[in-house]
């Protein structure tokens, strides 16, 4: 049925009773005088933005494995390499907007694969011959991906001083370290923070400030580099000192990227007077952080909540895995109070890098030096007559073992003064990869370095026959105990007390049986010397890495330990230069079984 049309006249008439009701009604409503005038309050102005973090990469560039020369694999899945991580932080970017994302690393960057090796030693990024270096493939990928900050690591120093700053003048964004002292001056050797600010249209910048801390273990793993240098102090000492002065420069929000633990443990026990993973410790006794990207301990804790005892307000942590396998997400609200920003909500979460692929600007920047690094470890240094596996090395005295032990005892001996050489020489090595395998037939580069994966030099150190009996004792606590008439099984024996297989010492030169039927420090039975027991005050030279004679683990008796023997060569490269020179590695030159488990005296194995 059709509509009229409406009168124009009265439209006007019905318009002009509703206006004149409403105007009543207004009037009404607005009674107190006050209000009459008053304007309806602006919503709070709200924002939010996010800081996105990694950490312990080890120049894990590509999802690759040179030690096996092929893609990475674990039992869990996971994918490796700043390449992938790269795709999560375009997609983070992407979805955030590009002004709303931070990218902050936590330190451990430029140590850790025939990569980084490769273009600290073979073809230095310091230069040599007066040629200038090529460019960190980290340093070219990191400056790609757009990296605000990161935190020195540990391994930072490995390599030396002068590598690290050449590092550090190739990339983009600051190596902060505000506990890296000037060994002289003790005023900081790096930058101690930076300042980002967060754009908001309309409003005041969103000041972020980013405090980076380093490990103070540093002082003993890399004494040979940093001794006379560099100062390193504690976490909390420091942060106590930088925030609030980053707090009084406007910061709104304070982030903590640091290369340290959040258990408050110590690997080194009291070597030194600072904690090595003090996270946890400075996020409860520091006022004025916000967050904390934690890094070192090569775990995943996604996220991670402290309330600090100062302002009873909640701090929240996240490490990433390590190598690039998760991207850490923090997202930050805000609430502008008085012209001023305040963080209302922090939350933390990690993204897994196997769910995306990798980036294809990072594969074409780095791929010719990955191919270049390939070819390295590729080359062929000698022949094997034998498979020599690791598999086993965690509980049986293997072959595999014995050739570390042969080549770090017979580098010693070479070194040794007149006196020294006349004192019986052992050696002590840890099994750094239980899938290392050294193959029958041609022998490559990354065979051997699948074996010593570390950048460890060498030492010569003195002990009675009293310290290594403490020392092996120490070592057995790797060892869960297992009463006598009890199975052992293999998948549960070992890793007791957080004690992992990089950190458990076999000794070759003399004999022993670690009695795991026996309570921890208990457990070393028959130890002998060529024969004859071990006598307490009986002085032995000790061919041990760097990382160990230096209090690494917190050994008892080395590091305090008179010097015999030291160099600047690594172990690794002393194997693989063991094998070009003989050609072929045979177990029968260096093979003995001269330690064993027992269980009340019986054998295990």
């Excluded at 590729?378 to 498979?387: E, F, L, M, R």
Aim: glycine share 8%.
């Amino acid at each position: 049925m059709p509509v009229p049309p409406l009168n124009r006249r009265e439209f006007v008439k019905k318009s002009a009773v509703t206006g004149a009701a409403v105007a009543v009604a207004g009037t009404l409503a607005a009674t107190p005088a006050q209000a009459a005038h008053r304007k309806p309050p602006k919503p709070p102005r709200t924002w939010s933005f996010s800081i996105l973090g990694t950490t312990d990469l080890h120049s894990h560039v590509f999802d690759w494995d040179y030690y096996t020369d092929a893609a990475y694999q674990d039992s869990k899945g996971n994918s490796v390499g700043v390449a992938r991580v790269a795709t999560l932080v375009k997609q983070q970017r992407a979805a955030k907007g590009e002004d709303r994302v931070l990218l902050v690393d936590a330190g451990d960057i430029i140590q850790g694969t025939s990569l980084a090796y490769y273009y600290a030693r073979v073809d230095p990024i310091v230069g040599t011959g007066g040629k200038r270096g090529p460019k960190h493939p980290m340093a070219v990928a990191m400056n790609a991906m757009r990296y605000d900050a990161a935190a020195l690591g540990n391994h930072e120093f490995n390599y030396g001083i002068e590598t690290l700053r050449r590092f550090e003048e190739q990339c983009h964004f600051p190596l902060l370290g505000a506990n890296a002292l000037d060994a002289k001056t003790l005023r900081p050797a790096f930058q101690p923070y930076t300042v980002k600010r967060v754009r908001v249209p309309g409003a005041p910048d969103i000041k972020v400030g980013i405090l980076g801390l380093t490990n103070p273990g540093i002082a003993l793993w890399d004494k040979d580099n940093v001794a006379g240098k560099m100062a390193f102090t504690g976490l909390v000492e420091q942060a106590k000192k930088y925030v609030p002065r980053m707090r009084a420069l406007g910061c709104d929000v304070v982030f903590l990227t640091d290369h340290s633990g959040l258990d408050g443990s110590s690997s080194y026990g009291d070597e030194l007077p600072y904690v090595e993973n003090a996270s946890n410790l400075v996020a409860q006794q520091v006022s004025g952080i916000d967050a904390i990207l934690v890094g070192h301990t090569h775990t995943e804790v996604s996220s991670y909540t402290v309330t600090n005892t100062g302002t009873g307000k909640d701090v929240v942590l996240s490490e990433p895995y390590c190598y690039g396998m998760r991207l850490t997400v923090f997202d930050f609200e805000l609430e502008l109070v008085h012209g001023q920003w305040k963080v209302t909500s922090t939350k933390a979460q990690t993204l897994n890098s196997n769910t995306v692929e990798e980036d294809a600007e990072i594969t074409g920047l780095l791929t010719a030096d990955h191919e270049l690094v390939v070819k390295y470890v590729n080359t062929p240094v000698g022949t094997c007559t034998v498979d020599l596996s690791a598999a086993e090395a965690c509980w049986k005295d293997v072959p595999v073992m014995d050739f570390i032990h042969q080549v770090q005892m017979a580098t010693v001996a070479t070194g040794l003064s007149t006196a020294d050489a006349a004192l019986p020489l052992i050696s002590v090595a840890a099994p750094f990869s239980r899938t290392a395998d050294i193959p029958q037939g041609d022998v490559t580069i990354r065979d051997v370095a699948g074996l010593y994966i570390y950048d460890n030099t060498l030492y010569g150190k003195k002990l009675t026959g009293a310290q290594l009996k403490d020392y092996l004792e120490y070592a057995a606590k790797y060892y869960h105990q297992v009463p006598a008439g009890t199975k052992v099984d293999t998948a549960t024996l070992t890793n007791a007390n957080s004690f992992w297989d990089y950190m458990y010492d076999t000794a070759a030169g003399v004999s022993y049986d670690i009695d795991i039927a026996q309570p921890e420090g208990s457990r070393i039975k028959n130890l002998s010397y060529a024969g004859a027991p071990v006598a307490d005050g009986q002085v032995f030279v000790v061919a041990v890495n760097n990382y160990r004679a230096n209090g690494g683990s917190g050994y008892p008796h080395i590091a305090a330990a008179d010097i015999a023997y030291s160099s600047t060569n690594e172990i690794r490269q002393l194997m693989i230069d063991y094998v070009t020179a003989k050609g072929s590695l045979d177990p029968a030159d260096f093979a003995a079984a001269n330690w064993r488990l027992t269980q009340d005296g019986t054998p295990v194995f």
